[in-house]
């Protein structure tokens, strides 16, 4: 459908743009799409407490669907298009034969999004993972722009075989341009995710539509009150069921009454395969029955006990050393939020990774806990944090990485770095490096050298220049370990300690430095100060 | 191969100096033998790059028509202009206008940066100066990386960015930097910036792998950019008062030479630099300046 490609399209289009363009500051991009997203903003407003200004656009979504249904899902989401493509293909190669009546529970969805909105009160935020816009921007930024990126620089290679280097030369000037970066560390276990869900079309067609996602079922329960129903002309109608058979989303055309609105997304499938026409969305009114907008039987019963089954995955996903001390490892894009704020609002969609110029923003496996699977680390032995660029927190959608000037990013420490002197060549081996210092990017440098002296093995001392760290200066960019030429185990690395965000995760004490209530009266000083034990603990 | 072009082209241009018409303007040049080395100071950094090329007897005696020229500045840091990390986008302009201009088919502009390529290019204000001229910016590509036989004191084989050997002509166009391990980073020192593989090892000698490359590389002209300094934080600075205007440039076709005038800007004499050593004992230039023919102006 010429609206489903044009949607595509211009979520290829976005994400393909969120790089180093060669302005510094590169406005809005892919993240529009999320601001558009009714889940995405009930779940970060319920999560992080906060109401921002952006997500106003779910608005037009929500009446969207309230006025003509589901038509988002049918029209504009990309992640349908994909999937209305694959089941389309899979239908023409007949590995998927659509039975003439569909009776698989559509309830799924249902008790999917009860959990997340039930997780979202206690701030887990876990809308991202199987919220379209999130997961499909996660699996191109980190899967299939990769995996295509790879596949076409192995091809100008071929082509430079060959001779033929004029296409070869433009393919790898593209791809340079493009700043496409071609090393994920989850990369495999997204791109895997990725095609399951596609493969799944080969079941049913838009499987994910159907029973998964969260999103398209808040707009299903939203959809009750559109003024376009389904109407079968009892004359024209032949009761071939051809309409039910390749209805994409089991709305059930047919028999009329049993139509469910909260299902139908409006691709007019139905319309069109009709053999004598009878179908047609008339204007109408009339609310349509509770138990109609599915057909989904959501008891009470059922509401509860799924509630209750969020409740107490909010606990369970917080089994977790990570609330008690910070992982060394956890380096989070400058202008990240607080650790406990930052995973009530990060939807996990990969865009600062796309955005990323070195690649070193790489997603979480282990790091933050089960509920920061698949958010943003800086991994600085694949990549470091460019000086000048602030580009990761111009793009993300909702705010867990705050928008910084390059100015500001620039005061903003994410961890401090370390010199292993029992790896470092002039410590360790008397020989001459420093490279470490001379990659630094600070004026003046966070790493300087002294002179050290080594005993080598046949008892000599060498005297060489070797690192050492002034912490005061260091932003923790990971450059000098990018950089190291110690491959596999850097000789100077940077940990999380240290970083601005945290009050907890720190490294020198600061008690004398002068706080608000010093410039109160006496009396305020006497009150209990509130202060977290940790900022890395949840808010409940 | 290359040897040999250099000879033609050498015997060609002092022909051409003999015979066509006065480049020094106001000297009996037809007698003397071309300069090797020429400084030029000025306000502006484009005029005085023309200018120092001139006084070397102009492009035409290091580039013919129809050649493939490599232009080859430091655009190895993401930083602006003003600080002084890559070479001053209007020095390299100037240059591919006249390579351009002394009938070349092609000028190429290329380095391997140390930040992501496409903010130093941008950033550097360098790819925006190419585009003007005329030239083309290349981003180097790993499939035009090949482990080279350098044949060198030190180095025996490395990886070599294919596009700056492939050149007919190869123009070096440093610029003047502090550097804390070998002191100063001049012209020979940014040859590491055409070569891949894990060049940070070059550290654990860099004296001798700066000698090595720039035997191997051998360019036709360097033309080093000391318009404004790095002097101290080096390679990279990062603040205006890292950096000092001395608005001059050298260009020479005895990079030893040229890398020895460039150090007396920073007060350091050529024999405190082991690679200037090491070149001359290779046979690579000259670093004693009274031993070299040599001009300097003012314009």
């Known amino acids: 459908m010429a609206s489903q490609t044009a949607f595509f399209g211009l979520f290829l289009y976005l994400l393909l743009g969120a790089h180093y363009t060669g302005e510094d500051y590169i406005g809005s991009t892919v993240q529009r799409f999320f601001h558009f997203d009714p889940l995405l903003a009930l779940v970060t407003i319920v999560s992080a407490r906060l109401v921002y200004a952006y997500f106003a656009f779910a608005l037009i979504t929500v009446v969207a669907t309230i006025l003509f249904g589901r038509v988002f899902c049918g029209w504009v989401c990309p992640l349908g298009a994909v999937h209305q493509f694959s089941s389309f293909v899979f239908k023409k190669t007949k590995f998927l034969k659509p039975t003439r009546e569909e009776k698989t529970s559509l309830a799924w969805k249902y008790y999917i999004l009860i959990i997340v909105l039930a997780g979202a009160l206690f701030g887990l935020d876990l809308a991202g993972y199987l919220d379209p816009f999130s997961f499909l921007t996660r699996s191109f930024a980190t899967a299939v722009f990769p995996s295509l990126a790879y596949a076409l620089s192995s091809l100008s290679g071929i082509l430079y075989g060959l001779g033929t280097t004029g296409l070869a030369r433009s393919i790898s000037q593209t791809l340079e341009n493009w700043t496409i970066n071609v090393t994920f560390i989850q990369g495999f276990s997204i791109g895997l995710l990725f095609l399951g869900a596609v493969a799944l079309n080969a079941r049913k067609e838009r499987f994910w539509c159907r029973y998964l996602c969260p999103t398209g079922a808040l707009l299903g329960l939203l959809s009750r009150w559109n003024l376009f129903k389904l109407k079968i002309d009892e004359e024209k109608c032949i009761k071939c069921g051809l309409c039910t058979q390749h209805c994409e989303t089991q709305a059930q055309p047919y028999p009329n009454e049993k139509w469910k609105s909260g299902e139908c997304i409006y691709c007019q499938n139905c319309a069109s395969i009709c053999p004598t026409g009878a179908i047609r969305f008339p204007v109408s009114a009339r609310p349509e029955k509770m138990t109609n907008v599915s057909n989904v039987d959501l008891s009470r019963r059922k509401l509860i006990l799924t509630t209750l089954l969020g409740v107490v995955a909010v606990p369970f996903f917080r089994l977790t050393p990570a609330h008690k001390r910070a992982s060394l490892k956890l380096i989070r894009p400058p202008g990240s939020l607080p650790e406990y704020k930052f995973l009530a609002k990060c939807v996990k969609c990969a865009q600062c990774m796309r955005a990323c110029p070195t690649g070193g923003l790489q997603p979480v496996l282990t790091e933050a806990g089960p509920e920061g699977i698949y958010t943003p680390m800086l991994v600085p032995k694949v990549g470091y944090c460019e000086y000048y660029c602030s580009l990761c927190t111009q793009v993300c959608p909702t705010g867990a990485i705050k928008k910084l000037t390059i100015e500001e990013k620039n005061k903003v420490k994410i961890g401090t770095a370390w010199v292993n002197k029992n790896r470092c060549l002039p410590y360790a081996l008397g020989k001459p490096c420093i490279v470490c210092e001379e990659h630094c990017p600070v004026s003046p440098k966070a790493i300087k050298f002294l002179e050290v002296e080594t005993k080598l093995p046949d008892g000599s001392v060498a005297v060489q220049k070797a690192p050492v760290i002034d912490l005061e200066l260091c932003t923790g960019c990971g450059i000098c370990e990018n950089k190291c030429p110690v491959m596999d185990d850097p000789a100077i690395f940077v940990t999380s300690v240290g970083e601005t965000r945290s009050v907890t995760n720190r490294l020198l004490l600061d008690i004398s430095k002068e706080t608000p209530a010093d410039r109160q009266g006496a009396e305020f000083s006497k009150r209990p100060i509130e202060v977290r034990r940790s900022d890395s603990e949840p808010q409940f | ?299």
């Open chain 2, 1 to 299: 191969m290359k040897r040999r072009d250099f000879i033609r082209d050498m015997a060609a241009g002092s022909l051409a100096l003999r015979f066509g018409p006065v480049v020094f303007a106001g000297q009996a040049s037809a007698q003397a033998p071309a300069l090797q080395l020429a400084a030029v100071e000025g306000e502006s950094p484009y005029a005085i790059t023309k200018e120092a090329v001139a006084m070397l007897g102009g492009m035409k005696r290091f580039v013919g028509k129809g050649d493939k020229v490599v232009i080859k500045p430091n655009i190895g840091w993401d930083r602006t202009p003003e600080m002084a990390a890559c070479t001053n986008p209007e020095v390299v302009k100037a240059l591919v206008e006249l390579v351009l201009d002394a009938g070349a088919k092609k000028a190429i502009v290329i380095d391997n940066t140390t930040n992501q390529a496409k903010r130093c290019y941008v950033r550097s204000g360098i790819q925006e100066a190419v585009k003007q001229a005329g030239g083309d910016m290349l981003f180097v590509d790993d499939y035009r990386i090949k482990r080279m036989a350098l044949k060198g004191a030190w180095i025996k084989e490395w990886e070599i960015v294919l596009d700056v050997v492939e050149a007919d002509k190869i123009i070096n166009v440093p610029i003047a930097k502090h550097h804390s391990l070998c002191r100063l980073t001049l012209g020979m020192k940014n040859w590491l910036g055409a070569t891949g593989g894990a060049r940070n090892q070059f550290h654990q000698g860099l004296d001798k792998a700066v000698v090595d490359l720039a035997a191997f590389f051998k360019p036709q002209l360097t033309v080093l950019d000391a318009y404004r300094i790095l002097v101290r934080n080096g390679p990279q600075g990062g603040r205006l008062s890292d950096t000092q205007l001395m608005k001059t440039v050298i260009a020479g076709t005895d990079p030893v030479a040229v890398d020895a005038m460039g150090a007396s800007f920073f007060g350091v004499a050529p024999r405190e630099l082991p690679y200037l050593g090491f070149a001359r004992e290779r046979g690579l230039g000259e670093f004693q300046l009274e031993k070299v023919r040599l001009e300097k102006r003012k314009i």
